[in-house]
């Protein structure tokens, strides 16, 4: 279990007071927040543990979670929730909080997966929480983050690495108190969806589109303010994604 007394003194004042809940595992860490979200929990409630026994990514897949890494989740009541926009900001936290730690250069992939030389070593998922009206009330805010050294499955192997595994050196304590620092100030911070697009990896490059059922060839042309991907595809055609998955083709 990661030490509490190692990540509180590193908390700078901002606009959340976090509240922190430490385990050695959950299932779900952002299903253990909703649940609390639904139970009227304020915001900043957060959970970190050092596994998860069913991760949950994007598109409902299982995110791998052994020991070794990072795994946090947090309830935020913004006065508009965007679960899109919190995402964008959340990545560009990241990078920044592992940046500020180690000397590497984090790449994001549209749109909540963060790159280490051409491996994943991040994933964000951000989900609403609905009132009983359908009114989007607060947004839990996950985050995976690999990083000692780690074994990989072999479907994972080369498409995935952590930031041990690279060479770098860091405790998950520094690294926590360095995301909750770093998603403080980029969600107030008017200049993160430039740096989100500066950052991304697939922006003027062909890709692959992967929503719903269709899978089509395209080229990845602007990001919104919104966080939306702008698309080319073969036909000329420009189409808005707020959902889906594109990989690069090489």
Same mark, same amino acid.
């Given at each position: 279990?990661?030490?509490?007394?190692?990540?509180?003194?590193?908390?700078?004042?901002?606009?959340?007071?976090?509240?922190?809940?430490?385990?050695?595992?959950?299932?779900?860490? +952002?299903?253990?927040?909703?649940?609390?979200?639904?139970?009227?929990?304020?915001?900043?409630?957060?959970?970190?543990?050092?596994?998860?026994?069913?991760?949950?990514?994007?598109?409902?897949?299982?995110?791998?979670?052994?020991?070794?890494?990072?795994?946090?989740?947090?309830?935020?009541?913004?006065?508009?929730?965007?679960?899109?926009?919190?995402?964008?900001?959340?990545? !560009?936290? &990241?990078?920044?909080?592992? *940046?500020?730690?180690?000397?590497?250069?984090?790449?994001?992939?549209?749109?909540?997966?963060?790159?280490? +030389?051409?491996?994943?070593?991040?994933?964000?998922?951000?989900?609403?929480?609905?009132?009983?009206?359908?009114?989007?009330?607060?947004?839990?805010?996950?985050?995976?983050?690999?990083?000692?050294?780690?074994?990989?499955?072999?479907?994972?192997?080369?498409?995935?690495?952590?930031?041990?595994?690279?060479?770098?050196?860091?405790?998950?304590?520094?690294?926590?108190? &360095?995301?909750?620092?770093?998603?403080?100030?980029?969600?107030?911070?008017?200049?993160?969806?430039? *740096?989100?697009?500066? %950052?991304?990896?697939?922006?003027?490059?062909? !890709?692959?589109?992967? %929503?719903?059922?269709?899978?089509?060839?395209?080229?990845?042309?602007?990001?919104?303010? *919104?966080?939306?991907?702008? !698309?080319?595809?073969?036909?000329? +055609?420009?189409?808005?994604?707020?959902?889906? *998955?594109?990989?690069?083709?090489?």
């Amino acid at each position: 279990m990661l030490d509490r007394d190692r990540i509180v003194p590193q908390l700078k004042n901002g606009r959340h007071e976090w509240g922190l809940i430490l385990g050695d595992y959950a299932d779900s860490t +952002n299903l253990k927040v909703k649940e609390m979200a639904e139970h009227g929990a304020a915001e900043g409630v957060t959970i970190i543990v050092d596994r998860q026994t069913a991760g949950r990514g994007r598109l409902g897949r299982s995110f791998h979670s052994p020991e070794g890494g990072l795994y946090l989740s947090t309830l935020l009541r913004p006065a508009d929730p965007d679960p899109g926009q919190i995402t964008c900001c959340a990545a !560009v936290a &990241a990078a920044r909080a592992i *940046e500020s730690l180690c000397d590497a250069n984090i790449d994001i992939k549209w749109v909540n997966d963060l790159y280490l +030389n051409g491996r994943k070593v991040a994933g964000i998922l951000a989900e609403g929480v609905f009132a009983p009206d359908g009114t989007l009330t607060a947004v839990v805010l996950g985050i995976g983050i690999n990083v000692g050294e780690m074994t990989f499955p072999a479907d994972l192997q080369p498409i995935a690495t952590s930031l041990g595994n690279e060479g770098f050196a860091l405790t998950r304590e520094d690294l926590a108190a &360095a995301f909750l620092n770093e998603l403080t100030a980029v969600l107030a911070d008017p200049t993160a969806m430039a *740096e989100y697009r500066r %950052r991304n990896l697939v922006l003027g490059r062909q !890709v692959t589109v992967m %929503r719903g059922g269709e899978t089509y060839p395209a080229t990845a042309e602007a990001i919104t303010a *919104e966080g939306y991907l702008l !698309v080319r595809d073969e036909q000329g +055609n420009t189409r808005e994604l707020s959902s889906g *998955e594109v990989s690069v083709r090489l």
